[in-house]
């Protein structure tokens, strides 16, 4: 398994300008390459409006591309029937950002995290027993417990929603995962465990990893290889360590000397106490 | 005398399950040229502390159990709306976390500074410069002028064409900008920032922070700046106070607090931040830190 991205472009097209008047495009993508190897962890920096989303619905195949491919495992997505696409599905998760807005206030933890498995059905083959079971194992795999499987989602935290909308993306043993800025919401403490959590999930499972942040701490911890974003273009990518420590675009350099680190004496204005 | 000195603020919430106590006995002094971060998690009252200086928070459902706020010797818990107002804006100014929602979006920008320029203008005609007795008329020319002025102070380029358009307009680093001069205009001794670049790009982050700092450099105003960001608080704070349920459990001066912790509970949270050279495995969380034996 493996995905590649190959000269992706996107362009959205703008409102009229007036009754006979031209539309604006706007190129959200422009010739986009690059490449996740299987097991792996690669990372996409950027920041807001850069084009990191669009680029992530667009391997969802969830907005149809202006041109170029989108190959996984060898397989054109963009180019499969409906149905297949669906099966295709199964295998490529996402958690999403807001862990208040993504979980369905009116639907239990248990009915949440089987709700893949219900779509997957054709897929996973399960019972609904089986189903409840599989959702107990999910839960404990991402430490929550199996008391927790009749509550709401307004009765947990941050960290222990994000949880849930883990385990609600590896319900069906997906290959690929897609991370939306899984932890932007949460408090650092709570991010350091999530991030935990996540290292611990692709040991065990061999999970690939696409993670989206503009936290190039973030970055550095979970991914081994990164592609930094800017206007749509990808501007550096390579192995991390390569990046962070010899960045060769100034867009990288000003990305990393922005960064706050919490060493006081690292900082650009540091005044005499 | 301090600028501003809070003793054992004790704070209480109502609601329907009963009264709980929010803030318990928060002591902090802050002085002229000093940037106070206030760290802490969600929940752990950093906000209320700020909101609680400038007289924000309702009362009922908040109950002061006990305690003190005194702003240049004044006590804020004892005075009155009315004397607030002449406070707030002028002397103490507030910068909120989020610019989309704390802008009105019917009004132009340069309507919403001159209003606040106004205020500040007609409690001290001295801000816009001008003497006492001003006609209304000069008052409002004034004011538009410091209108432009602080906007091109806060790097908006072209602010003469730019103070006619809407919020909506603007990016959010921009409406950022815009929320640190209306703070700015009434020329306040004491800026309250809660989370004044959460909602930002680190590299539009960055120009924010030099932008509270060179105001603090020139102006010598004292500044509480409430985040949960220790990168930010290290970068540019001179003191810092870390909260947990409630409590401060450590405040100092940030070399103090940041590179040699008292408390545990700070060692644990600067272990939870990913740096540009933390290795894999490295991040430790609260680990086996359980809230009760913190609190």
């Given amino acids: 398994m493996s995905l590649v991205v190959e000269n992706v472009s996107k362009v959205f097209t703008g409102p009229r300008r007036g009754l006979f008047g031209g539309r604006e495009d706007f190129t959200a993508l422009d010739n986009v390459s690059l490449e996740v190897k299987k097991g792996g962890s690669f990372g996409l920096v950027g920041e807001s409006g850069s084009g990191k989303t ?16 989108i190959l996984f495992d060898g397989v054109d997505m963009h180019g499969l029937p409906p149905a297949e696409m669906r099966r295709l599905r199964s295998r490529l998760q996402i958690v999403f950002q807001d862990p208040y807005a993504s979980l369905d206030p009116r639907m239990t933890i248990h009915d949440i995290v089987e709700e893949p498995l219900v779509i997957h059905q054709e897929v996973v083959k399960m019972s609904g027993s089986q189903r409840t079971e599989r959702v107990a194992e999910l839960l404990l795999q991402v430490g929550l417990t199996t008391e927790h499987l009749f509550r709401y989602p307004h009765e947990f935290s941050g960290g222990q929603r994000q ?14 995962v897609i991370l939306d800025e899984p932890t932007s919401a949460l408090d650092v403490s709570v991010q350091a465990d999530v991030l935990n959590l996540l290292h611990r999930l692709q040991e065990e499972l061999g999970l690939t990893y696409f993670f989206i942040s503009h936290d190039l701490g973030v970055i550095r911890y979970i991914c081994d290889e990164v592609a930094v974003i800017y206007r749509g273009k990808l501007v550096e990518q390579g192995a991390v360590a390569d990046i962070f420590d010899r960045p060769q675009s100034d867009y990288t350099r000003m990305l990393l000397s922005a960064m706050p680190d919490p060493d006081p004496d690292l900082s650009p204005f540091r005044r005499p106490v | 005398m301090a600028l501003l000195e809070i003793r054992n603020l004790n704070l209480s919430m109502k609601s329907y399950e009963g009264e709980t106590q929010i803030l318990h006995g928060i002591d902090l002094k802050i002085e002229r040229g000093e940037i106070w971060g206030m760290v802490g998690e969600t929940g752990s009252g950093k906000s209320l502390t700020g909101l609680s200086i400038s007289q924000l928070i309702p009362t009922p459902p908040g109950r002061y159990l006990a305690g003190s706020i005194e702003f240049e010797g004044r006590d804020l818990l004892k005075t009155t709306e009315r004397e607030m107002r002449a406070l707030r804006g002028r002397h103490i100014g507030m910068i909120f976390q989020d610019p989309t929602t704390n802008l009105n979006p019917v009004f132009r920008v340069g309507t919403q500074l001159v209003d606040v320029a106004l205020h500040a203008g ?11 007795g001003a ?8 004011a538009r002028e410091k209108a432009v002025e602080m906007l091109d102070k806060v790097g908006i380029p072209k602010a003469s064409e730019r103070i006619d358009d809407y919020p909506h307009q603007f990016s959010g680093g921009m409406r950022q900008r815009v929320l640190i001069a209306l703070a700015m205009i009434g020329k306040p001794d004491l ?11 680190v590299s539009v ?52 607090v940041l590179k040699r912790p008292s408390h545990a509970y700070t060692q644990a949270l600067l272990n939870s931040v990913p740096t540009t050279h933390t290795r894999r495995g490295e991040l430790k969380g609260l680990g086996g830190l359980s809230p009760e034996s913190l609190a």
């Avoid at chain 1, 949880?163 to 690929?176: M, T």
């Avoid at chain 2, 800026?191 to 790009?201: H, V, W």
């Avoid at chain 2, 970068?235 to 940030?254: D, K, P």
Wanted: glycine share 8%; proline share 4%.
């Fill in chain 2, 205 to 256: 982050q960055a120009q924010i922070l030099r932008l509270i700092y060179d105001l603090v450099t020139e102006r010598s105003i004292g500044v509480l700046l409430i985040t949960h960001n220790l990168g930010v608080v290290a970068q540019i704070c001179s003191h810092v106070a870390v909260m947990f349920r409630g409590r401060i459990l450590e405040s100092g001066t940030v070399a103090d």
């Fill in chain 2, 122 to 132: 007609n409690a001290d005609p001295t801000v816009l410069g001008l003497g006492a």
């Fill in chain 2, 135 to 142: 006609s209304r008329r000069t008052l409002r020319q004034a």
């Fill in chain 2, 191 to 201: 800026l309250i920032a809660d989370e004044p670049t959460t909602a930002l790009d």
């Fill in chain 1, 54 to 69: 669009t680029l992530t619905r667009c391997i969802l195949r969830l907005e149809p591309l202006t041109s170029g491919r």
């Fill in chain 1, 163 to 176: 949880r849930i909308g883990i385990a609600r993306a590896l319900a069906v043993r997906p290959e690929f």
